[in-house]
């Protein structure tokens, strides 16, 4: 629904644009609202959310800033993360998020439910706080 909305498919004629050519902010965005509606943290389904934020936030952080941070350890992620130029409140969140993430997904700990909005909410606030500006964009 979203892919017709901002007229990138199209039914009618089957032209297509890659998904590169969505910007990173507007894909994240998009996948991290889908995450907020499943709730899937709520379901008893915490490990699952988990990896999948972190799959969106680091895919993300990759396509903007130009870096690798799919193939590494959360631990070797946020190394590379408190190396951009955004700020420290984005950074700690986001090694935050990253950290709680493991922990639920390899430590099997069970955190409290607002713990997974509050990683949530700090990654969309990461891709609305660093999405290009204007300038950048066109």
């Known amino acids: 629904k979203t892919l017709e909305a901002l007229g990138i498919w ?3 004629n089957t032209t ?4 590169d050519t969505i910007p990173a902010h507007i894909r994240a965005l998009e996948k991290l609202r889908e995450l907020k509606e499943r709730q899937s943290w ?3 389904d915490a490990k699952t959310f988990q990896v999948e934020l972190s799959g969106v936030i680091r ?3 990759d396509k903007r800033f130009r870096v690798h941070t799919l193939d590494k350890t959360s631990d070797e992620a946020v190394k590379i993360i408190k190396m951009l130029d955004i700020s420290d409140g984005d950074k700690i969140a986001v090694e935050s ?4 993430g493991d922990q639920i997904k390899f430590a ?3 955190a409290a439910e607002d713990i997974h909005l509050k990683s949530l909410n700090a990654c969309i606030d990461l891709v609305n706080n660093t999405k290009p500006s ?5």
């Open 10 to 12: 199209n039914r009618k």
């Open 59 to 61: 895919e993300y952080v």
């Open 16 to 19: 297509q644009v890659t998904v």
């Open 134 to 138: 204007k300038d950048e964009v066109g």
């Open 108 to 110: 099997k700990f069970k």
């Open 97 to 100: 998020a990253l950290k709680v």
């Open 42 to 44: 709520l379901k008893g």
